[in-house]
């Protein structure tokens, strides 16, 4: 079955510590996109990628970082920069004017 | 900020109940779509809405489009103890390389 598999499901990041969140999609979609979730509140964007090689920030892209090497794969990094880094994060896809994928989640939580 | 805002953002129902949200945005949009989420999981897509549609149907769900007032409405028929979720409206603004904005949602319980 086709679909977005993001992991860990659960990730613990120490102070001054960089974690990489996988995000991988076997859809053949272009369009990638990283969100964040806040207990109560919606999703805010990240960054999102329309193709291979080349990605966007988002609105709230301060201490994070992407990469998109292939088309299936669309990592995010939380840097130490991030001073606030406990939130659930979700990797969406979508190849146009129809509704995204979304994956099952990572929850990040800072120790 | 955020280009959707949700109303109710809770609303409690018991089965067999319709339960209605609205959504009202600020920019001009090319969709607008509606998102379940169960706690804790993935958003899953339920319906997309162009800008030149009027109202849009999908088993149990009706939702409606009024671009002159930039608000939607969600309405789930017959609601069951399934139902309960988080519902979120999301618009993709035009000329925004179909980048997603999501409001802060509504929390529909379902009794049974």
């Known amino acids: 079955d086709g679909g977005i598999t993001q992991s860990p499901k659960y990730l613990f990041r120490k102070e001054g510590q960089n974690v990489t969140l996988s995000c991988e999609q076997n859809?053949?979609?272009?369009?990638m996109y990283w969100y964040r979730q806040d207990p109560g509140q919606g999703l805010r964007l990240i960054y999102y990628?329309?193709?291979?090689?080349?990605?966007q920030k988002g609105d709230i892209a301060e201490g994070y970082s992407v990469s998109r090497e292939k088309k299936e794969s669309f990592p995010l990094t939380v840097t130490s920069a991030q001073k606030n880094p406990t939130a659930f994060y979700l990797c969406a896809s979508t190849n146009g004017d129809y509704g995204y994928t979304f994956g099952s989640g990572t929850r990040l939580t800072v120790v | 900020s955020q280009q959707g805002e949700e109303d109710p953002q809770a609303l409690s129902i018991q089965e067999g109940e319709n339960a209605t949200m609205n959504c009202s945005y600020k920019t001009s949009i090319n969709n607008l779509q509606w998102y379940r989420q169960n706690s804790g999981r993935g958003l899953v897509h339920l319906i997309l809405?162009?800008?030149?549609?009027r109202e849009k149907h999908s088993g149990r769900l009706r939702v409606t489009l009024d671009t002159s007032k930039k608000s939607s409405s969600l309405l789930i028929t017959a609601s069951r103890a399934a139902d309960t979720a988080s519902y979120f409206c999301a618009t993709v603004i035009t000329d925004s390389w179909g980048k997603l904005q999501f409001g802060a949602g509504t929390q529909v319980v379902v009794t049974p």
């Open positions: 990628s329309q193709i291979v090689n080349d990605f």
């Open positions: 809405i162009r800008s030149n549609e």
């Open positions: 859809l053949n979609h272009d369009a």
